[in-house]
């Protein structure tokens, strides 16, 4: 079956560390995307990738990062800048960038800081 | 600047209750609507969509009907279930210019009670 992965389901990590996040999708699709979901608010956009080898800011790029150096996999990496980590993390695909009717989101990954 | 503005939840129904989610945005140009559903633990999924003015999207038993006069994309559904539990999320796409990222509400939760 196609579709998008996300490992691990749960991560903690300590103040000051590093975390890599998986994303992996086997729906040949060019463009893949990173959202953070915080309780009560809506998605937003950390990172996006239109085709291998590049990517772009999103709204709250700051603390992250990525590479694309596979179609299949974008990687997100929280680094120890990134202020207040905790969240729900929600990677995406899609057939073209922004194509929305063929966009499919991951289960998450939710990331606890202690 | 572009937003969308949804009903606050969490919302409460007994199976087979009328439901109406409200959802206005404010946009320039002239978006696409949608609505997405999260159920708990997974991802977010495409629930139904309106391209332009006086398109009705519709889905599982939802629906949904573009109103540009009121800038409004308000959910429905004539009989709720208990797997209708979820959050849902308005969101729309501004078509003008190259960036058409989604910008998202902030999610209404909704539990209905056997």
């Known amino acids: 079956d196609g579709g998008i992965t996300q490992s691990p389901k749960y991560l903690f990590r300590k103040e000051g560390q590093n975390v890599t996040l998986s994303c992996e999708q086997n729906?040949?699709?060019?463009?893949m995307y990173w959202y953070r979901q915080d309780p009560g608010q809506g998605l937003r956009l950390i990172y996006y990738s239109q085709i291998v080898n590049d990517f772009q800011k999103g709204d709250i790029a700051e603390g992250y990062s990525v590479s694309r150096e596979k179609k299949e996999s974008f990687p997100l990496t929280v680094t120890s800048a990134q202020k207040n980590p905790t969240a729900f993390y929600l990677c995406?695909?899609?057939?073209?960038?922004?194509?929305?009717?063929?966009?499919?989101f991951g289960p998450g990954t939710r990331l606890t800081v202690l | 600047g572009n937003s969308v503005t949804q009903m606050e939840g969490p919302v409460t129904l007994s199976e087979e209750a009328f439901l109406t989610i409200n959802c206005t945005y404010t946009a320039t140009g002239y978006p696409s609507l949608f609505w997405y559903v999260q159920y708990p633990g997974e991802g977010l999924q495409l629930l139904l969509k309106a391209t332009k003015a006086d398109d009705k999207g519709s889905n599982k038993g939802f629906e949904a009907t573009y109103r540009k006069e009121t800038t409004s994309f308000h959910l429905e559904k004539g009989s709720v279930q208990v797997s209708d539990s979820a959050v849902y999320f308005c969101?729309?796409?501004?078509?003008?210019?190259?960036?058409?990222?989604?910008?998202w509400g902030l999610g209404t939760s909704l539990a209905v009670n056997p």
């Open positions: 729906l040949n699709h060019d463009a």
């Open positions: 969101a729309f796409q501004d078509n003008a210019g190259n960036n058409r990222k989604l910008i």
């Open positions: 995406a695909s899609s057939m073209a960038l922004w194509a929305t009717d063929t966009q499919y």
